[in-house]
């Protein structure tokens, strides 16, 4: 084996004694697309997970364009692509199933995917275990349960854990941090002594999911039936594959004869089950649905992601997306810290970013729940007069669609300017569009083309001043081109924030621009101290793309229609 050679996880714990850069408890999809995120920095890491195999039946059904492409850094989206279904958006129904309002969906949105997918979560946990197995630096122990969770002072966390079925022998890792992906019942948030924010819904409610060949009545996207009397969620989800979620009595069971015929009527305004000659309920489960959020996410090197930070009502389709967006925000600053020297204070940017953010989306689900079940005064009749007459107002549908995952606020690693001229949209805190552009002879997405680097994205020569900051950070400078068209859809977007050039993060979120003719970033004394390191990442880390720093000549960038 060669110095530069990947070795594994188990190779790591070998050599070290048992010490490991970044230990993950729990290997549902938040877990495994922090390994294979933290991965492609060249951050090694073991994932403890009880279950032996994949949970079978479905759960998430849904993403956006965002959550497609970090999917993308994952490296699993081209698979993802065929066991995914676009959607056409979402549609408010008044409970005798018109329409009070449409958020339509498009096919492509900014982030290059479209911008509502379907998938079944069992299918895209087998594409993520599949990408898991081909990484060296992942390692992952099925069957395990992990006992306690300790940090003493600043030094290393300690994971005991012993196999499920076995002679219970304790064993135990040391890790430079430790990623809670353990689900609501967390023991990593326990031992964080973190608690519960009750953000004040609670409901039970019952999901169906069902195979059927019958002509099922779809327009192609989401229903959401706001009848507080019997609230309902419909979706398709496959081209043989829906699922139905009702919230029943705990006395309305679906089993047995009268079941049957309830789930019928039920069903009966999108199917007829007697003329459905196959009806097969892959499963049946009746769920709490419940707004928390952690108070805190971090303590030390522990943190919490996914449902163990945070649990979402589905009825934005954000939970699983909330969780993938967690660990997408974290792996980049871990890796920076771990292998590359970066002060430790940039980890308290995880719950300062994502905290609001999650917290904005539950909310947002949480309105959506009060709309489908928020009584049948004159006053709740009026408000469903309101939300459809308001989206008829153009525009308005879609800036709907945008607030599912609004600007990340001001902080350490993200400087807004006050106030901008106009109707001008302000660029930091927001993602960089991800157009497809020519590169190396072919035709691909930007982000394959940048790699894990940051990057200057700008469309004026660089002034002195911001080649330095480029040229010390390490970051990749492409010239973007002006087309005049959609073709030049980032010097569009640079010239709508009236910038000359933005400085994107790992995570393709803008940190700073460059205010049109200032010739200088913003903020860049703020968050520079943050931003240094000590040592170039390791051999390792995959940084694919051309060129890995500014000091050599800036990359033009060709947009291919």
Known sequence: MTPDEPRTAAEVTDQVGGEVPVVIVGAGPVGVTAALLLARHGVRSVLLERHTAVYPLPRAVATDDEVRRILQAAGVEAAFASIARPAAGLRLLDARHRVIAEFPRTAEGSHGFPETSMFDQPELEGLLRDALARRAECELREGVEVLDVTQDGDGPAQVSYRAVEGDGEVRSLRAGAVLGCDGANSLVRRAMGARWEDLRFEEEWTAIDVRTTAPVRSWGGVDQVCDPHRPATFMRIGEDRYRWEFRLGRDEGLDGEHGRERLRCLVAPWVDLATAGDFEILRQARYTFRARIADHWRRGRLFVLGDAAHLTPPFVGQGLC???????????????????????????????????????????????????????????????????????????TKAAGRDLSPALPSGPLIHRRTRMPGRRRELAGTHCPQPWIRYQGGRVRLDDMLG????????????????????????????????????????????????????????????????????????SRSWATLWCTTRRPGPSADRSGARDSASAAPIPLIPAP
């Open 322 to 396: 909330a969780g993938l967006r967690d660990a997408h925000n974290l792996a980049w600053k871990l890796a920076r810290v771990l292998d590359e020297g970066a002060d430790d204070t940039l980890l308290d940017t995880y719950q300062l970013e994502r905290k609001p953010h999650a917290k904005h989306v539950i909310r947002l689900a949480v309105a959506t729940g009060w709309a489908m079940t928020g009584g049948q005064d004159a006053a709740a009749a009026a408000r469903r007069a309101l939300v459809g007459a308001a989206c008829r107002i153009p525009g308005l």
């Open 452 to 523: 894990t680097s940051c990057v200057v994205l700008t469309a004026t020569p660089l002034p002195p001043a911001v080649q330095a900051v480029a040229q010390g950070m390490g970051a990749r400078v492409v010239h973007v081109e002006d087309t005049g068209d959609a073709a030049g859809v980032l010097a569009a977007w640079l010239r709508g924030g009236r910038a000359d050039a933005a400085l994107v993060r790992p995570d393709r979120v803008v940190l700073d621009t460059v205010p049109a003719g200032s010739g200088d970033f913003t903020h």
